[in-house]
């Protein structure tokens, strides 16, 4: 319950980092017509922070996903929770 | 090198199409077997990639080609959404799945108290707002077709009315789309089955767009130039060019704004996106994974749109060619016909892909929602009597398909031409945007009311009609132009494209403001002043609370609550004692003792819901019962106040049924009175008939004799004598009859003056006796024989009252004794402390049905109106007064045939000493003769 809820609470924060990022003011300090890497900088900052968006969602999906499952080992051995750090491994919001 | 004729390009088009087809059926004959092909999460997150129309494909470079990145926002929203998709989105399916939700017009009105006013408005906004976007793709399909056959030479259709190739594509174009909706889209009744052909087909689709795209992307960027930063380098050199790199302008800034929100809805509130993303959902978890999947498609759909929009506009630097065709031109220009052949067929399943779908949720919503709660409350076509309405709700269903994609290709033919591809999708957005605030709103605010919806859909739906599509009409030349450009009747505050002034903004963004403003303040503001039925309020809190209601089965409770808070709960609704009761036959029946501060096992919970299910209903005692194992105590006041106002109504309907009951009861009461009333009316009635009856009968003969002498003076002196006794007579009982009526008038009005004295019975009997013995000289044949006991205790009575008894009932039977050897017994006794009276005749007697009648006033046995009368008719009941007055009574024995027997007692004096002495002793007979 605690992580579901914590999962949660990691997606509603990507949703507004995601928010603040994507537009303005912050878009505005990208608005500038230089090229990065060969790449206008607003294009490349936009896809990087879009890449960047879709794969923390991944992680916490797939998190999501071990915590269910080890709950549901859990519930069936009836055992102690595992340690949080047992089924950490991923990169964290 | 004519590689692409026509009929070349017609050819794969229906090969394509028949492949479509091919998938459909399989899936769907797959699935009526029941191994599902579209029950795993990317074909999920494939068929939500229906969102990208050929709008994206071909539209997307158009868009970039003027305004750079501007295109991004629409799928940049899409993506935020998603990141919060399993608390939104989840709720969305999981309220849908248990209301078996069939479009969004359903679940809006199902969420406002299954409202068809709602369900209705919905509907419509859907209908008005959704064919542009479907001309649209129709459009595309002829453009592209158009274009591409004239390879190798790229010549732009003309955009003009008329250009009959075009709008004979788009015509076919629509058929074909619509029989395909229709063999596929309508095969099941149930709208909340699945199309699990349709979803195939649509998942296939967006492959096919999605490996198009990349290929002319990766054939541009790496084939034509020398990657990204080639043809970034080359664009920079252009000043023109240089301009898209960046946003632009406050207006840029705005419209970016307004198009993530505008996206961020519309991901879900399109019709046909909450088809595939809730309607068409199998398993929630599937979106699990389109969370990251979804958006995934849709970054990689975008990444060459700039790189291709770059290298259009640097390879037809002149104009020549619209950007909204650069994926399938530039193609062309670098004779490439396979590759141009496959640009065309991405645009193509784009486009089918979204008429399909969206005709298909349009169909459904129209049909469940619009057309046949109509049908159904038309009383006149008795639907609700057929037994099977699928053949009706089948024909509305493909009706609307037609009816949809055939206003589709009206949009295209007539208005279509005068917009850019990107601009008209915009105005679909913004039209379904209305619907956003009333499902958020109704998702995640309890208070949202009926009215509040309606009033913020309504207002919404109404300025999108002023700020876009009016405006739309007069740029297409239906309305004057002035009215875009001037505002009605040149009321500048009123432009729809700068309303109350706002100016300086793209159309879209100032349409998106001034709707959500004017949406969300009155769902907002009427909400706060409005209030919710019962329905409409069970269905608020179902909506709002659908994720805790639905965890609550299984063992998911198990020791989040203590039995103690169980018992708490029961005592709110049993009281203390009642629940000391429970919990000892709680142990009694699990023979166990109940750990209070343990948490509560699976017997504690369910004895608790069975008992409060007795008091407040088993549904209510579900929510109760969860809402403690939650812990979750705002909750509940939520269910209280639903229960108060449930319990407010029974006790409502309770008070109306004791009420109603009072009603009866006095109308019981009345219609008794009534019948009383009309009884006395009755009564007076015949008395006064009888009044008169009695007194005319003396008053004729009086008068008839009166008469006789004075019309003959000459008359008889003997004669005259005769007539003058019989006149005195007939006075005589006149005046008898009148004084009696008075008599009973006044013993009945209570103002008789009564002289009571304590007295010795037996000489006022034997008083009243002597004055009778003149009737019985009178009499020819009757005799009088008295039987009286010698001693009688004294009695408390009026003498000349208790006289006037005797003489009327020994008078009477005097009267109807027999004829020849009349016979009259007056017995006297004393019995049980009364002075018992009996006057017997040997007369005819008296019928049964007649002895209780001759004591009420004027009736007398026999027939009045025919017999001759024999006495006033007053004198028994006269009698009963008196005897009442003295406390005692007066009845009468008889048979018919063997005479009567009238008799009546009085109570002995209290003071006087009661001797017992019972019948009356023979010894003292005294035979009076009569004569």
Same mark, same amino acid.
């Given at each position: 319950?605690?992580?579901?809820?914590?999962?949660?609470?990691?997606?509603?924060?990507?949703?507004?980092?995601?928010?603040?990022?994507?537009?303005?003011?912050?878009?505005?300090?990208?608005?500038?017509?230089?090229?990065?890497?060969?790449?206008?900088?607003?294009?490349?900052? $936009?896809?990087?922070?879009?890449?960047?968006?879709?794969?923390?969602?991944?992680?916490?999906?797939?998190?999501?996903?071990?915590?269910?499952?080890?709950?549901?080992?859990?519930?069936?051995?009836?055992?102690?929770?595992?340690?949080?750090?047992?089924?950490?491994?991923?990169?964290?919001? | 090198?004519?590689?692409?004729?026509?009929?070349?390009?017609?050819?794969?088009?229906?090969? +394509?199409?028949?492949?479509?087809?091919?998938?459909? @059926?399989?899936?769907?004959?797959?699935?009526?077997?029941?191994?599902?092909?579209?029950?795993?999460?990317?074909?999920?997150?494939?068929?939500?990639?229906? +969102?990208?129309?050929?709008?994206?494909?071909?539209?997307?470079?158009?868009?970039?080609?003027?305004?750079?990145?501007?295109?991004?926002?629409?799928?940049?929203?899409?993506? /935020?959404?998603?990141?919060?998709?399993?608390?939104?989105?989840?709720?969305?399916?999981?309220?849908?799945?248990?209301?078996?939700?069939?479009?969004?017009?359903?679940?809006?009105?199902?969420?406002?108290?299954?409202?068809?006013?709602? &369900?209705?408005?919905?509907?419509?906004?859907?209908?008005?707002?959704?064919?542009?976007?479907?001309?649209?793709?129709?459009?595309? #399909?002829?453009?592209?077709?158009?274009?591409?056959?004239?390879?190798?030479?790229?010549?732009?259709?003309?955009?003009?009315?008329?250009?009959?190739?075009?709008?004979?594509?788009?015509?076919?174009?629509?058929?074909?789309? *619509?029989?395909?909706? $229709?063999?596929?889209?309508?095969?099941?009744?149930?709208?909340?089955?699945?199309?699990?052909?349709?979803?195939?087909?649509?998942?296939?689709?967006?492959?096919?767009?999605?490996?198009?795209?990349?290929?002319?992307?990766?054939?541009?960027?790496?084939?034509?130039?020398?990657?990204?930063?080639?043809?970034?380098?080359?664009?920079? *050199?252009?000043?023109?060019?240089?301009?898209?790199?960046?946003?632009?302008?406050?207006?840029?800034?705005?419209?970016?704004?307004?198009?993530?929100?505008?996206?961020?809805?519309?991901?879900?509130?399109?019709?046909?996106?909450?088809?595939?993303?809730?309607?068409?959902?199998?398993?929630?978890?599937?979106?699990?994974?389109?969370?990251?999947?979804?958006?995934?498609?849709?970054?990689? #759909?975008?990444?060459?749109?700039?790189?291709?929009?770059?290298?259009?506009?640097?390879?037809?630097?002149?104009?020549?060619?619209?950007?909204?065709?650069?994926?399938?031109?530039?193609?062309?220009?670098?004779?490439?016909?396979?590759?141009?052949?496959?640009?065309? #067929?991405?645009?193509?399943? *784009?486009?089918?892909?979204?008429? !399909?779908?969206?005709?298909?949720?349009?169909?459904?919503?129209?049909?469940?929602?619009?057309?046949?709660?109509?049908?159904?409350?038309?009383?006149?076509?008795?639907?609700?009597?057929?037994? =099977?309405?699928?053949?009706?709700?089948?024909?509305?269903?493909?009706?609307?398909?037609?009816?949809?994609?055939?206003?589709? @290709?009206?949009?295209?033919?007539?208005?279509?031409?005068?917009?850019?591809?990107?601009?008209?999708?915009?105005?679909?957005?913004?039209?379904?945007?209305?619907?956003?605030?009333?499902? #958020?709103?109704?998702?995640?605010?309890?208070?949202?009311?009926?009215?509040?919806?309606?009033?913020?859909?309504?207002?919404?739906?109404?300025?999108?009609? @002023?700020?876009?599509? /009016?405006?739309?009409?007069?740029?297409?030349?239906?309305?004057?132009?002035?009215?875009?450009?001037?505002?009605? +009747?040149?009321?500048?505050?009123?432009?729809?494209?700068?309303?109350?002034?706002?100016?300086?903004?793209?159309?879209?963004?100032?349409?998106?403001?001034?709707?959500?403003?004017?949406?969300? *303040?009155?769902?907002?503001?009427?909400?706060?002043?409005?209030?919710?039925?019962?329905?409409?309020?069970?269905?608020?809190?179902?909506?709002?609370?659908?994720?805790?209601?639905?965890?609550?089965?299984?063992?998911?409770?198990?020791?989040?609550?203590?039995?103690?808070?169980?018992?708490?709960?029961?005592?709110?609704?049993?009281?203390?004692?009642?629940?000391?009761?429970?919990?000892?036959?709680?142990?009694?029946?699990?023979?166990?003792?109940?750990?209070?501060?343990?948490?509560?096992?699976?017997?504690?919970?369910?004895?608790?819901?069975?008992?409060?299910?007795?008091?407040?209903?088993?549904?209510?005692?579900?929510?109760?019962?969860?809402?403690?194992?939650?812990?979750?105590?705002?909750?509940?006041?939520?269910?209280?106040? !639903?229960?108060?106002?449930?319990?407010?109504?029974?006790?409502?309907?309770?008070? %109306?049924?004791?009420?109603?009951?009072?009603?009866?009861?006095?109308?019981?009461?009345?219609?008794?009175?009534?019948?009383?009333?009309?009884?006395?009316?009755?009564?007076?009635?015949?008395?006064?008939?009888?009044?008169?009856?009695?007194?005319?009968?003396?008053?004729?003969?009086?008068?008839?004799?009166?008469?006789?002498?004075?019309?003959?003076?000459?008359?008889?002196?003997?004669?005259?004598?005769?007539?003058?006794?019989?006149?005195? %007579?007939?006075?005589?009982?006149?005046?008898?009859?009148?004084?009696?009526?008075?008599?009973?008038?006044?013993?009945?009005?209570?103002?008789?003056?009564?002289?009571?004295?304590?007295?010795?019975?037996?000489?006022?009997?034997?008083?009243?006796?002597?004055?009778?013995?003149?009737?019985?000289?009178?009499?020819?044949?009757?005799?009088?024989?008295?039987?009286?006991?010698?001693?009688?205790?004294?009695?408390?009575?009026?003498?000349?009252?208790?006289?006037?008894?005797?003489?009327?009932?020994?008078?009477?039977?005097?009267?109807?004794?027999?004829?020849?050897?009349?016979?009259?017994?007056?017995?006297?006794?004393?019995?049980? &402390?009364?002075?018992?009276?009996?006057?017997?005749?040997?007369?005819?007697?008296?019928?049964?049905?007649?002895?209780?009648?001759?004591?009420?006033?004027?009736?007398?046995?026999?027939?009045?109106?025919?017999?001759?009368?024999?006495?006033?008719?007053?004198?028994?009941?006269?009698?009963?007064?008196?005897?009442?007055?003295?406390?005692?009574?007066?009845?009468?024995?008889?048979?018919?045939?063997?005479?009567?027997?009238?008799?009546?007692?009085?109570?002995?004096?209290?003071?006087?000493?009661?001797?017992?002495?019972?019948?009356?002793?023979?010894?003292? =007979?005294?035979?009076?003769?009569?004569?």
């Amino acid at each position: 319950m605690l992580k579901q809820r914590r999962n949660t609470e990691r997606q509603i924060a990507l949703f507004l980092l995601g928010g603040v990022m994507l537009v303005p003011p912050v878009l505005v300090l990208f608005n500038h017509p230089d090229r990065v890497a060969g790449i206008p900088s607003l294009y490349l900052y $936009i896809f990087l922070v879009w890449t960047g968006l879709i794969g923390f969602t991944l992680a916490i999906t797939r998190r999501m996903r071990l915590d269910e499952l080890a709950a549901r080992e859990n519930r069936q051995a009836d055992v102690e929770p595992l340690a949080p750090a047992s089924v950490d491994g991923h990169a964290d919001a | 090198m004519p590689m692409l004729s026509s009929s070349v390009i017609i050819s794969v088009s229906f090969l +394509y199409i028949g492949l479509l087809f091919a998938i459909a @059926y399989y899936c769907d004959k797959r699935a009526d077997a029941g191994r599902s092909v579209i029950a795993n999460p990317y074909v999920y997150a494939l068929s939500i990639a229906v +969102y990208c129309t050929s709008w994206t494909f071909f539209g997307s470079v158009g868009r970039a080609a003027t305004t750079g990145v501007g295109f991004l926002p629409i799928y940049i929203g899409p993506t /935020l959404t998603f990141i919060i998709g399993w608390m939104v989105i989840r709720k969305i399916i999981r309220i849908s799945k248990a209301n078996r939700i069939t479009s969004i017009a359903d679940f809006i009105a199902s969420r406002y108290g299954n409202s068809f006013a709602l &369900g209705a408005l919905v509907s419509i906004i859907a209908v008005i707002g959704i064919p542009p976007y479907i001309s649209l793709q129709l459009k595309a #399909i002829s453009t592209s077709f158009s274009i591409l056959q004239g390879y190798p030479s790229i010549i732009m259709p003309q955009d003009v009315n008329g250009t009959s190739l075009l709008h004979d594509t788009e015509f076919y174009v629509t058929l074909l789309m *619509a029989s395909f909706a $229709i063999v596929f889209g309508t095969r099941h009744i149930d709208a909340s089955e699945h199309h699990e052909g349709m979803v195939a087909a649509i998942a296939f689709e967006s492959v096919v767009k999605l490996v198009a795209f990349l290929s002319v992307g990766l054939f541009v960027t790496f084939g034509l130039f020398n990657g990204f930063s080639d043809i970034f380098a080359r664009a920079e *050199a252009s000043p023109d060019l240089k301009r898209l790199f960046t946003i632009n302008g406050i207006s840029g800034h705005v419209s970016w704004i307004t198009l993530t929100i505008l996206s961020m809805a519309a991901i879900v509130v399109l019709p046909r996106q909450f088809q595939v993303v809730v309607v068409e959902n199998i398993d929630e978890r599937h979106l699990k994974k389109a969370m990251w999947l979804f958006p995934l498609y849709l970054l990689l #759909i975008n990444i060459f749109v700039l790189p291709v929009a770059f290298a259009g506009l640097l390879m037809f630097p002149d104009g020549s060619v619209k950007p909204d065709t650069f994926v399938l031109t530039i193609a062309m220009k670098d004779q490439q016909p396979l590759l141009a052949l496959l640009a065309f #067929i991405g645009g193509l399943s *784009a486009a089918t892909g979204m008429i !399909i779908m969206e005709a298909i949720a349009l169909a459904t919503m129209v049909s469940n929602d619009l057309v046949m709660p109509l049908l159904l409350r038309m009383d006149w076509l008795r639907m609700r009597m057929r037994d =099977d309405l699928t053949g009706i709700l089948l024909a509305i269903r493909r009706g609307t398909i037609l009816l949809v994609l055939f206003l589709g @290709y009206l949009y295209a033919s007539t208005l279509g031409t005068s917009y850019a591809l990107v601009t008209i999708g915009l105005v679909s957005f913004v039209a379904v945007l209305q619907f956003a605030p009333a499902i #958020i709103a109704g998702i995640y605010w309890k208070g949202a009311t009926k009215a509040g919806a309606l009033a913020g859909l309504a207002g919404g739906f109404a300025l999108w009609t @002023y700020t876009l599509l /009016l405006p739309s009409f007069a740029r297409s030349g239906w309305l004057s132009a002035s009215f875009a450009d001037h505002g009605p +009747y040149g009321l500048a505050l009123l432009k729809p494209y700068a309303l109350f002034g706002l100016e300086g903004l793209d159309p879209i963004s100032h349409a998106t403001i001034w709707t959500m403003v004017f949406n969300v *303040a009155l769902l907002a503001g009427v909400s706060l002043f409005t209030s919710q039925s019962m329905l409409e309020r069970s269905q608020a809190v179902h909506f709002v609370d659908a994720f805790k209601q639905s965890q609550g089965n299984g063992g998911e409770w198990r020791g989040r609550a203590s039995a103690d808070e169980l018992w708490s709960l029961l005592a709110r609704f049993l009281g203390a004692a009642r629940t000391e009761t429970a919990l000892a036959r709680f142990e009694k029946e699990y023979g166990r003792t109940l750990v209070l501060h343990g948490p509560a096992d699976s017997d504690v919970v369910s004895f608790v819901k069975r008992q409060l299910a007795g008091v407040i209903g088993a549904a209510s005692a579900r929510i109760m019962v969860a809402s403690v194992l939650r812990e979750e105590m705002q909750d509940l006041d939520e269910v209280t106040r !639903i229960l108060d106002e449930a319990s407010q109504l029974v006790v409502y309907s309770r008070r %109306l049924e004791s009420k109603s009951r009072e009603l009866e009861a006095a109308t019981a009461e009345l219609q008794g009175a009534n019948v009383r009333l009309r009884e006395l009316d009755k009564l007076k009635d015949d008395f006064m008939a009888t009044v008169s009856h009695e007194i005319r009968t003396p008053l004729t003969s009086i008068r008839s004799f009166s008469e006789i002498l004075r019309d003959n003076p000459d008359i008889e002196l003997e004669e005259r004598q005769e007539f003058i006794s019989i006149i005195v %007579l007939e006075s005589e009982r006149l005046s008898r009859l009148i004084n009696d009526i008075l008599d009973l008038a006044k013993m009945e009005a209570g103002t008789t003056q009564w002289v009571f004295e304590v007295t010795d019975p037996k000489p006022v009997i034997e008083q009243a006796l002597a004055a009778t013995s003149g009737l019985f000289a009178k009499s020819a044949s009757a005799k009088l024989r008295t039987v009286i006991a010698e001693k009688l205790e004294p009695v408390r009575i009026d003498r000349d009252r208790f006289t006037q008894v005797i003489v009327n009932l020994v008078s009477n039977a005097v009267k109807f004794c027999d004829r020849d050897h009349g016979l009259v017994t007056v017995k006297a006794w004393q019995e049980d &402390g009364l002075i018992r009276v009996d006057v017997i005749d040997n007369g005819q007697g008296i019928a049964a049905q007649d002895q209780e009648k001759i004591f009420e006033r004027f009736q007398q046995a026999g027939n009045t109106l025919t017999d001759k009368p024999q006495g006033t008719g007053l004198g028994l009941p006269i009698c009963r007064q008196i005897l009442q007055e003295f406390g005692g009574e007066v009845w009468v024995t008889s048979e018919a045939g063997k005479g009567a027997v009238f008799s009546f007692r009085v109570p002995i004096a209290a003071d006087a000493p009661a001797t017992a002495e019972h019948g009356p002793s023979l010894a003292q =007979d005294a035979v009076l003769d009569a004569i």
